[in-house]
């Protein structure tokens, strides 16, 4: 009879090797999570800023924003901590990206021709601002959400975020005074508000106006047809893109 060794020798080797193969697994799993970590958390905040913008914050729960994420619970307090930090992320997650869109701008010339005709520079500011905004609705409704009651996150809100545009905004009604364009006894607060009305309020109630209009503004065509509207009101000149014409609006079936 072959001699197989003490029988604690061969249990010991199974384990070994159930380790060995154990560690393996988690090395790779590991990297697989490591590699995927950024994406989950994308969606984490893409499921958030929906939920925040749709319910507002005491409306919206974690739960409810993990389940459309498709992510457990234990995730969200993972990599957020509580509800309110995941709303604060949320928000700077989207004022990072509009800053990202109008740094590619800076309301500032970029080249010969910008320099040759400052409003030209602004105008592409505002097209960036409009593009945005309709790319992320969401951003609108959550702004809308939180802007219209006091508290502490209106407050976090406002000096974070609100409060810095504001004052990037302000060297652009400067130089749109100098040029003539714009009244010195207008304040710009006055303008600031108008050019955010004048751009958002159309993607805020889009349903609104696909009922009214049995337009979709949402059509990329009908984002540039109000880009070009929006500049034309607000500096006074024609944009530097063909009129408007009611042929060049996709229209839609009005809901009946």
Not at 131 to 159: I, Q, S
Request: with cysteine.
């Amino acid at each position: 009879m072959e001699n197989q060794g003490p029988p604690g020798a061969a249990v010991r080797a199974e384990w070994r090797e159930l380790f060995s193969c154990a560690r393996i697994l988690f090395m790779r799993t590991s990297k697989d999570l490591s590699e995927n970590a950024s994406k989950v958390r994308e969606r984490i905040l893409e499921a958030a800023q929906k939920a925040f913008a749709e319910k507002g914050f005491d409306g919206a729960t974690t739960r409810q924003i993990a389940s459309q994420a498709n992510v457990p619970l234990g995730l969200l307090r993972y990599y957020f901590g509580d509800k309110l930090k995941l709303w604060q992320a949320a928000v700077d997650q989207a004022f990072g990206e509009i800053r990202s869109a109008l740094d590619a701008t800076a309301f500032g010339p970029r080249n010969a021709a910008e320099e040759h005709d400052p409003l030209a520079a602004i105008r592409s500011g505002i097209r960036a601002h409009v593009h945005f905004v309709a790319k992320n609705p969401e951003f609108v409704r959550l702004m809308h959400e939180e802007g219209k009651r006091r508290g502490p996150r209106m407050r976090w809100l406002v000096d974070r975020h609100v409060k810095p545009l504001f004052e990037r905004l302000l060297p652009v009604i400067a130089r749109l005074q100098k040029l003539g364009r714009l009244p010195e006894d207008i304040a710009p607060l006055h303008f600031a508000y108008a050019l955010i009305g004048s751009i958002d309020v159309i993607f805020h109630q889009a349903e609104e106006c696909r009922r009214l209009t049995g337009v979709d503004p949402m059509d990329p065509a009908v984002i540039d047809a109000h880009s070009r509207a929006v500049e034309f009101m607000l500096l006074g000149s024609p944009p530097d893109s063909p009129a408007d014409s009611s042929r060049d609006i996709p229209q839609t079936e009005t809901t009946r």
